[in-house]
């Protein structure tokens, strides 16, 4: 599982990143720094699967780590972080923007996440420590036990995700999958969109060169 995700994400990495030197060792850094992370992730869901899923025990316990496989449209987007809550799931804030593709991150100050989503002027903002969120100029407090703080990571409750961006999840446990619907084309949908233009476009001229 670990060495398919490894070269999973080292394969987008250096497809993504093809136009320019510098852009190249800017994603994979992200990319070594994301893989770090999931190992931490899966060594700890690993042992905590090992102690938590007894025999007889039925469903996903609250408390359980999950890696969830996120699609749009039936088009798969990577990988996101969760924890099994009494409701649904609390999910990783910086691994669902990445996958996403929202520009939003805790790049300036910790666990304080900013940026847009969908389009620059649909602009975001949340202060996980305070518990302070603001959506297009509107602001709202979050309760703590709908956040939680682990291993210098932040999840939030999922409902309260789809609802600061307008989203609808629907969790598949037994599938560990996560089905996005939203009402406008996701960012990250429309950056397949342009690659997959570019790539018949190249094969395209490729065929007529003589």
Do not use: C
């Not at 852009?23 to 893989?35: F, N, R």
């Not at 995700?161 to 429309?190: C, H, I, K, M």
Request: a negative charge; proline letters at 4%.
């Amino acid at each position: 599982m670990v060495r398919f995700v490894l070269i999973l994400l080292l394969g987008l990495a250096w497809g993504s990143a093809m136009p320019v030197y510098s852009a190249q060792q800017q994603d994979l850094s992200k990319a070594l720094s994301t893989l770090q992370r999931i190992q931490a992730k899966l060594t700890q869901s690993k042992a905590s699967l090992t102690v938590n899923n007894q025999p007889k025990q039925t469903g996903i316990p609250e408390g359980e780590d999950l890696f969830l496989s996120v699609y749009a449209d039936n088009v798969y987007l990577g990988e996101v972080f969760a924890v099994k809550s009494r409701r649904d799931a609390k999910i990783e804030l910086r691994s669902l923007f990445a996958v996403l593709d929202f520009a939003i991150s805790d790049d300036e100050k910790a666990d304080h996440f900013s940026g847009w989503y969908f389009s620059p002027e649909r602009t975001f903002s949340f202060d996980s420590a305070q518990g302070m969120v603001q959506v297009n100029e509107q602001q709202y407090a979050v309760v703590q036990q709908d956040v939680l703080h682990t291993q210098g990571e932040v999840f939030v409750e999922s409902a309260l995700v789809a609802d600061w961006f307008g989203l609808d999840f629907q969790f598949n446990y037994t599938d560990q999958r996560l089905s996005v619907q939203t009402p406008e084309p996701l960012p990250a949908l429309e950056r397949q969109a342009r690659a997959n233009r570019r790539l018949a476009q190249h094969q395209g001229n490729a065929r007529i060169q003589p």
